[in-house]
């Protein structure tokens, strides 16, 4: 059986990396495996106070922005993360069983505790568990992400597979990280040093998937590069980070290498470069964007493929969900107990 898992947080705008590091393998995934489970993962936004603003709407275009990339939401399963309880139970059992020296080492809870770690809240330093109880509640076998995954994906397996022979029961698969392409780290328009990321305060660093053709071509435009024509191999350009990741953004949107893509603007400078990168991002996003466009204008569609989604990852997760239970040995609640209880309080309401 192979299961697909995989998430953004929706914490304002989408953008190019986020599309090309995970979104786009999903789709190329999608017709190959037996089930793809899509989920936006609201509960890790928590995790930082200023991307808590507006997770309503930004939750709904992240559903839009899955959908209008190529998402089928017949064929795959669109899911809100705090619509299915389970991710936060199993969440809580594998904390019970983490070592806390292992997220003391995390290399994204370092970078964003700083020299505040003494006040970083809980969750930011939970937020591994988190992630690994969303991939394991579904079995997952794949997980579609970009390069800054790996650690938390190498974490995943890591208590999976403490959780496996703790109980003695090989209940989770050891999911495999699928970090492939030549974009699997977009680098900031601005500075090819820094990752693209949301959280950058220049909105001229990222490609929003939303970004209008005028916006897109005036960014790139903008985007820093140097005086170099360029070479006839990618192996040259290490030394340009800026020059590197134009050339893999090229490569990921056109489905070649970059080093096909280097063979054929050899001693080309950037102006030339520019307008056809201009050319294909505004063919491949701006159709995406309009559609997004599209279906925020009704809500209400939108949030009815997310509640068919979340029927079907609560009743996964549920079933997997009893199993783990009962492996940690938890009592069952008495069904006809449980009955009677509730009839007992709706009547007290009444
Ligand atoms: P998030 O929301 O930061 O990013 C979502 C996905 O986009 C990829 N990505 C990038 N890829 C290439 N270049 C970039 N500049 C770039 N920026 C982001 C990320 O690698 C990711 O695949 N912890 C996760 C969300 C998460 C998750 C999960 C992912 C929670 N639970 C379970 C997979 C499975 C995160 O913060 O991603």
Redesign the pocket.
């Known amino acids: 059986m192979k299961r697909v898992?995989?998430?953004?947080?929706p914490?304002g705008d989408i953008?190019?990396?986020?599309?090309?590091?995970?979104?786009q393998n999903w789709i190329s995934m999608q017709d190959q495996m037996d089930e793809n489970l899509f989920?936006i993962?609201d509960l890790?936004a928590l995790t930082t106070l200023e991307d808590v603003k507006n997770l309503v709407g930004n939750t709904r275009i992240m559903a839009a922005a899955y959908i209008a990339s190529g998402i089928n939401p017949d064929q795959s399963t669109i899911f809100v993360?705090s619509h299915v309880p389970a991710h936060t139970e199993l969440s809580w059992i594998l904390s019970c069983i983490t070592p806390m020296g292992w997220l003391n080492r995390m290399t994204?809870f370092k970078e964003k505790a700083g020299k505040q770690r003494e006040n970083a809240c809980l969750g930011l330093l939970a937020?591994?568990v988190?992630?690994a109880a969303?991939?394991l509640i579904y079995k997952?076998t794949h997980?579609?992400?970009?390069?800054?995954?790996k650690q938390?994906?190498e974490f995943?397996r890591d208590i999976a597979g403490m959780f496996n022979r703790e109980f003695k029961k090989d209940i989770f698969p050891l999911p495999d990280p699928i970090?492939k392409g030549p974009?699997?780290?977009?680098?900031?328009l601005r500075d090819g040093t820094a990752?693209?990321?949301?959280s950058d305060t220049s909105d001229y660093s990222?490609i929003n998937l939303m970004d209008d053709a005028d916006t897109l071509a005036l960014k790139i435009r903008k985007a820093k590069t140097d005086a170099d024509p360029l070479p006839a191999q990618v192996k040259d350009l290490e030394a340009r980070p800026e020059a590197h990741n134009l050339v893999n953004i090229y490569a990921a949107l056109s489905g070649q290498t970059a080093d096909q893509v280097c063979k054929t603007f050899a001693g080309s400078y950037f102006s030339t470069f520019k307008k056809d990168l201009t050319d294909l991002v505004v063919a491949k996003i701006s159709p995406i964007g309009q559609e997004m466009q599209r279906l925020l204008k009704d809500k209400g569609e939108l949030d009815q493929v997310l509640s068919r989604g979340s029927m079907r990852a609560n009743t996964l997760a549920e079933t997997h969900m009893q199993e783990v239970r009962d492996i940690v040995g938890l009592l069952k609640p008495d069904e006809g107990v449980n009955r009677t209880r509730q009839m007992d309080v709706l009547k007290s309401i009444a």
């Open positions: 898992l995989s998430g953004i947080r914490t953008h190019l990396g986020n599309y090309l590091g995970a979104i989920c993962v890790h993360q994204q937020y591994p988190l992630m969303d991939i997952a997980v579609p992400v970009g390069d800054d995954q938390h994906l995943t970090i974009a699997t780290r977009i680098m900031s990752k693209m990321s949301k990222r």
